[in-house]
């Protein structure tokens, strides 16, 4: 299975960007679905954006326009560029990968949008 690595969280002030990576590791298994969720202090996880291995990605309408995702399935990588960021953005981002029979997550990155 394709286990997740992140990394590239961190603090930024609002209105600033950041961009996340997250690498594939392990044994290659196809990956049909890469996504990024994130957890906020006292509330669910939601899913912020995910990618097909067709390359059809999909946007939580709080990020449309701010988030881009983007996939190499050659490098079996997954960015998430993050512009415009807000207070309300903070939280840790989990990648999630996805394939036949597995769904693995990463340790998650923090991402702190504060001034």
């Known amino acids: 299975q394709m286990q997740p690595v992140e990394s590239g969280g961190g603090l930024v002030q609002p209105g600033g960007s950041l961009r996340l990576s997250c690498a594939a590791s392990g044994s290659s298994f196809s990956i049909d679905f890469m996504g990024w969720y994130r957890e906020a202090p006292g509330k669910q996880r939601e899913y912020v954006a995910f990618?097909?291995?067709?390359?059809?990605?999909i946007y939580a309408d709080s990020v449309k326009g701010r988030f881009t995702i983007s996939r190499d399935n050659a490098k079996n990588t997954v960015d998430l560029q993050m512009n415009s960021l807000k207070p309300e953005d903070t939280a840790i981002y989990r990648c999630n990968l996805a394939g036949p029979g597995y769904s693995n997550w990463g340790q998650g990155t923090q991402v702190t949008v504060s001034s």
């Open positions: 990618i097909s291995s067709g390359n059809s990605p």
